[in-house]
């Protein structure tokens, strides 16, 4: 099976790799396209443009930043529209918003090629584990077919249906993790200003009903100030933004995103937007600082 590959990020390499570590024919594109040639050694070979990728690969699967990223690579000179043709299906697997995967599907199906929209959750190690959750919707025949290239990137795919109820179920789980570790971070400064073992902290947690994956591997690095990234802290944000633009249009209140969304808000403008989304932590504890200083300048 022959795939095209737009987007060379931290997801979208270990799940080319996935790709060509099992067989799969790939041809890779990235805007930067230096960080194509690692790939090269591994058997991928290299599209100039995303529309010279399609051109040449029957099925193209994109893994792009945000929105306005895919948008630029479907529509923008050399793009995914300009090669897009009846037989032709295309595989959007970035975590956007359900308008812009309706955008992108209504220009496909206009050129008479296929669209499937397909995030996924999991960060940096199940991608590169092919433990990702993949979370389709579109067209069923296209998700039938990308069941082989799935089933290497990812454990479970689920098909959810119509365009726009895979973004939407992206957004509703990364809204949550978005909170929980805003939540956790209060968890971990709360204690070390009351004078507690953070250790122990986590050692608590996983032995309770709050027990999860993401406090386990996360918490150990978090207290020791290592925030590697898996996921960048600035895609969590915008994650948050486009989960409480979905709350608004459904009229659903949502105020615990709300404060974790200015958390992480606080964060980037710490500078701390290419680390992992858990260096909400510092926003935390910068916030705990301020509220010191100000109850000590009404003392």
């Not at 296209?142 to 249906?161: C, N, R």
């Amino acid at each position: 099976m022959e795939v095209g590959f737009l987007g060379l990020g931290i997801m979208g390499k270990a799940m080319a790799m996935n790709l060509l570590r099992h067989g799969f024919k790939v041809t890779v594109w990235n805007r930067t396209l230096s960080k194509c040639e690692e790939l090269v050694q591994f058997g991928a070979s290299i599209g100039e443009t995303p529309a010279a990728v399609v051109k040449k690969c029957k099925y193209t699967i994109a893994m792009l930043s945000d929105p306005s990223a895919a948008l630029a690579v479907v529509f923008n000179k050399d793009g995914v529209l300009e090669q897009i043709s009846e037989g032709k299906g295309y595989i959007d697997m970035s975590t956007i918003d359900a308008d812009t995967s309706i955008k992108i599907n209504k220009a496909i199906l206009q050129k008479g090629g296929t669209f499937l929209e397909a995030p996924v959750s999991g960060s940096k190690k199940p991608a590169e584990d092919g433990q990702l959750v993949i979370l389709a919707a579109g067209d069923k025949a296209l998700y039938e077919e990308a069941i082989p290239a799935f089933d290497v990137m990812g454990k479970k795919s689920f098909f959810l249906g119509q365009v726009g109820n895979g973004a939407k179920m992206k957004l509703v789980v990364n809204m949550i993790m978005g909170s929980m570790m805003n939540a956790f971070s209060e968890g971990l400064v709360l204690a070390d200003r009351s004078g507690l073992s953070q250790q122990i902290l986590l050692d608590v947690l996983d032995l309770g009903a709050i027990a999860n994956p993401m406090f386990k591997m996360k918490g150990p690095a978090m207290i020791q100030n290592n925030y590697s990234p898996a996921f960048p802290l600035k895609h969590q944000q915008k994650d948050m933004r486009l989960a409480l633009a979905l709350g608004d249009e459904n009229a659903v209140s949502m105020p615990v995103a709300a404060a974790a969304n200015e958390a992480f808000k606080t964060a980037r403008s710490l500078q701390l937007g290419d680390f992992d989304f858990s260096a909400v932590l510092e926003a935390v504890k910068v916030s705990r600082d301020l509220g010191n200083v100000k109850h000590a300048s009404t003392q």
